[in-house]
C-alpha cells in the first residue's frame, strides 16, 4: 500500500507541475483550472502519500489537506464557468495574479479558522473530508456537463478534444471522490471485517479512480499545451 501511494504522488507530482506550469504560460482564462488541479497535489497527495514528512501527522495538517481539497473542487469549477462564459461572450475579466492571490486569501483564511478553534479530532476530520468528498462527487458530474456544453459551443476548433479530456478526468475523480464517500458515509474503516467485499471493492475503485485521475490530469494538460502552440 504504502509503495502505491508514493507511486500516486510521483504520477500527481507530475501532473500537479505540469498543470501550474500550465497556469503561468497560458491564458488568464485557464489560470483556475491549472491552479484548482495543482492544489491537489497539495492537499491531497502529499499528506496521504509521504507521512514521514516533518508534522504531516499533525491533526491541524491532516484537516487542512481536506479543506485545501474542497477549495481545489470548487477554483476549477469557477474556472470553468468562467470559460463557458467565454465561449459565449469571447470575453473574460480580471488578471491571472488575482487568482493566485484570491486562492491564497482563502487558503490562510481556512488555516487561521483552524487554528483559531479546538484541535480537529478525528471524528471532526473524517466530518471535513465527507464535506470534501462530497463536493468534488457533485460537481465533478455538474462540470462533466458544463464541459460538454463547452465543448458544444467550441466544437469546430481543435481545442474542444483537450475538453473532452476533462470530461474523462471528472469521471476519474468520480470513481476516487465517490468510493472514498461511500467508505466515509459508511464509516467501512471501523466495520470492514463485517463487509470486507464492500471495503475490498471502495477501496480497489478508489486507488484505481486516484491512478486514472492523476495519469489524465498530466496527459490532458500536456495535449493541450501542444493544441495551444
Not at 85 to 99: A, C, M, P
Not at 102 to 116: D, I, K, N, P, W
Not at 212 to 223: D, E, K, P, W
Request: proline share 3%.
Amino acid at each position: 500500500m504504502e509503495s502505491m501511494q508514493l507511486g500516486l504522488a510521483v504520477f500527481w507530482l507530475i501532473a500537479g507541475g505540469v498543470s501550474f506550469y500550465f497556469s503561468i504560460g497560458n491564458a488568464r482564462v485557464w489560470t483556475s483550472i491549472a491552479v484548482g488541479f495543482f492544489l491537489i497535489l497539495v492537499g491531497e497527495i502529499i499528506p496521504t502519500a509521504l507521512p514521514f514528512l516533518p508534522g504531516m501527522n499533525d491533526s491541524y495538517v491532516l484537516a487542512m489537506g481536506h479543506i485545501i481539497g474542497t477549495i481545489s473542487i470548487l477554483v476549477m469549477s469557477h474556472g470553468f464557468q468562467e470559460y463557458y462564459v467565454f465561449t459565449r461572450t469571447l470575453d473574460f475579466e480580471g488578471n491571472k495574479s488575482l487568482v493566485y492571490l484570491a486562492v491564497v486569501g482563502v487558503v490562510c483564511a481556512s488555516l487561521a479558522f483552524l487554528l483559531v478553534n479546538p484541535e480537529p479530532t478525528p471524528e471532526v476530520r473524517r466530518v471535513i473530508r465527507i464535506v470534501e468528498n462530497t463536493n468534488w462527487v457533485f460537481l465533478s458530474l455538474i462540470n462533466i456537463d458544463l464541459i460538454r456544453k463547452i465543448c458544444i459551443n467550441i466544437k469546430d476548433t481543435p481545442i474542444s478534444k483537450g475538453f473532452v479530456a476533462f470530461m474523462v478526468v471528472f469521471a476519474c475523480i468520480f470513481l476516487w471522490k465517490g468510493s472514498e464517500l461511500y467508505l466515509d458515509v459508511y464509516n467501512l474503516e471501523a466495520v470492514k471485517g463485517a463487509f470486507p467485499v464492500r471495503y475490498q471493492i471502495s477501496t480497489v475503485c478508489s486507488l484505481a479512480g486516484n491512478f486514472l485521475a492523476s495519469i489524465s490530469v498530466g496527459a490532458t494538460f500536456l495535449y493541450l499545451a501542444k493544441l495551444l502552440r
